[in-house]
């Protein structure tokens, strides 16, 4: 059963949206989800929630409304919301990431394991020649934003997460609070 986070800070929540808040927000968005079953879409949810947190937590505001006992990055207090630092109370989960996570959960339902694919750096493929033709790739081994390398770059996610997200100065992503 999913468990979703009710603002309280849950030590076992799972998802920051219910399996009917998914179904209206995927209606909303013309996702057709009609083939999939209720615990594919909760396991979806729960990727999704996963993504949200992994990707974004270094870059949020604020810290965990109660802090290492409870399951997800949100709640937290101190969060600020910009344009203009207004605070984000500490007894919500805002709707940027309700939203965020249903667009990944979607994408989860679709593809399980999009939102984090595995990364195995020596399976890339830099260099190619076949007969005269001979063509190298970009180097995806590195990361110069001090990120993962080959790291999806989901920007409606990035967009949608954005007023929550703090600023960032210089290499690695830092949170601004």
Known sequence: MLIVEDGTGLPNADSYLSLADFKLY???????????TDPQLEAALRRGTAAVDAMYRTRFTGVRLTGYTQALEWPRSGGTYRPGGAAVP???????IRNATAQLAWREAVTPGSTQPDYVA????????VDVIEIEYADTTKSDNGGAPNQ?????????????LGGYIG????AVV
């Open 26 to 36: 995927a209606e909303s968005q013309a996702f057709d989800i009609a083939a999939m």
């Open 90 to 96: 500490s007894n919500i989960v805002p709707v940027q």
């Open 122 to 129: 020596t399976s890339q493929v830099v260099r190619k020649k």
């Open 152 to 164: 999806p770059m989901l920007t409606l996610v990035d967009g949608l997460l954005w007023p929550l």
């Open 171 to 174: 290499g690695p992503y830092v």
